[in-house]
Antibody, heavy 122, light 110 residues
Framework: EVQLVESGGGLVQPGRSLRLSCAASGFTFGDYAMHWVRQAPGKGLEWVSGMNYNRVDVGYAPAVKGRFTISRDHAKNSLYLHMNSLRVEDTAFYYC???????????????WGQGTLVTVSS | QSALTQPPSASGSPGQSVTISCTGTSRDIGGYKFVSWFQQHPGKAPKLIIYEGTKRPSGVPDRFSGAKSGNTASLTVSGLQADDEADYYCSSYGGSNWQVFGGGTKLTVL
C-alpha cells in the first residue's frame, strides 16, 4: 500500500526557515517524480514544487521560487521541502504527492499524503 | 502562469447530471494531454478521479467522466449522489516542469 507521511510543520515566525519531510513507502520511491502541493485554510490547491525521479527536472511556483528548495533522498525514501524567508501567505497545509507513472513527470498526482500544517505568524 | 479558471460553485439534484468547466490557455490545457480532476471532501486529502483528460483510475465510478476541447476541460458527474458533494479541482501540466490548478468548484447536491 502506497503511503506518504508528511512531518515538520508547525508555527514559525515570518522570515524564518522550516524543513518539511515526507516519508514514502509501498512503492519504489526512486522511480517516481514527487511534488509538494499546498492549500491555505479554506482556499484552493496550489502546486508548489516538483522533482522528477532522477532529480534532473525540477520546478517551482513563482510564489516560492528562490525561497523554497525541493530535494529527495532515495536511501531514506524521503522527499523534503526546505522553506526559507517564510511569509504569512505561506501559511497552508502542505501535501506530499506522487506523480502517477514511473520515469515520467507531470502526468498527474495519484497518491496524496494527509498534509502537514505550516503556520507563519509573529 | 495563472491558475486555471473554474466556476466557484455548481449544483444539481440527486440523479441529475452536472458539468464543471476548467479553462486554461494553449500553454497548459490546450498544449498537453495531462489534464486531471480531483475530488476533495472537507478535511480530507484530494482524490484523483480523472487523468489525461478522460481516463478514470481504478475504483472511480463511471458516473464521473472528463472531456477536453481546445483550452477547456470539463468534468461531468452523472446520477448525482449525496456523497458527490465536495470540492472539485482541475489541474494541468504547464510545460517547463510546471503544474497548475484551477481555483476549485464547490458542488452542492440539492
Amino acid at each position: 500500500e502506497v503511503q506518504l507521511v508528511e512531518s515538520g510543520g508547525g508555527l514559525v515566525q515570518p522570515g524564518r526557515s522550516l524543513r518539511l519531510s515526507c516519508a514514502a513507502s509501498g512503492f519504489t520511491f526512486g522511480d517516481y517524480a514527487m511534488h509538494w502541493v499546498r492549500q491555505a485554510p479554506g482556499k484552493g490547491l496550489e502546486w508548489v514544487s516538483g522533482m522528477n525521479y532522477n532529480r534532473v527536472d525540477v520546478g517551482y511556483a513563482p510564489a516560492v521560487k528562490g525561497r523554497f528548495t525541493i530535494s529527495r533522498d532515495h536511501a531514506k525514501n524521503s522527499l523534503y521541502l526546505h522553506m526559507n524567508s517564510l511569509r504569512v501567505e505561506d501559511t497552508a497545509f502542505y501535501y506530499c504527492v506522487r506523480d502517477m507513472s514511473p520515469f515520467t513527470y507531470g502526468r498527474t498526482f495519484d497518491y496524496w499524503g494527509q498534509g502537514t500544517l505550516v503556520t507563519v505568524s509573529s | 502562469q495563472s491558475a486555471l479558471t473554474q466556476p466557484p460553485s455548481a449544483s444539481g439534484s440527486p440523479g441529475q447530471s452536472v458539468t464543471i468547466s476548467c479553462t486554461g490557455t494553449s500553454r497548459d490545457i490546450g498544449g498537453y494531454k495531462f489534464v486531471s480532476w480531483f475530488q476533495q471532501h472537507p478535511g480530507k486529502a484530494p482524490k484523483l478521479i480523472i487523468y489525461e483528460g478522460t481516463k478514470r483510475p481504478s475504483g472511480v465510478p463511471d458516473r464521473f467522466s472528463g472531456a477536453k476541447s481546445g483550452n477547456t476541460a470539463s468534468l461531468t458527474v452523472s446520477g448525482l449522489q449525496a456523497d458527490d458533494e465536495a470540492d472539485y479541482y482541475c489541474s494541468s501540466y504547464g510545460g517547463s516542469n510546471w503544474q497548475v490548478f484551477g481555483g476549485g468548484t464547490k458542488l452542492t447536491v440539492l
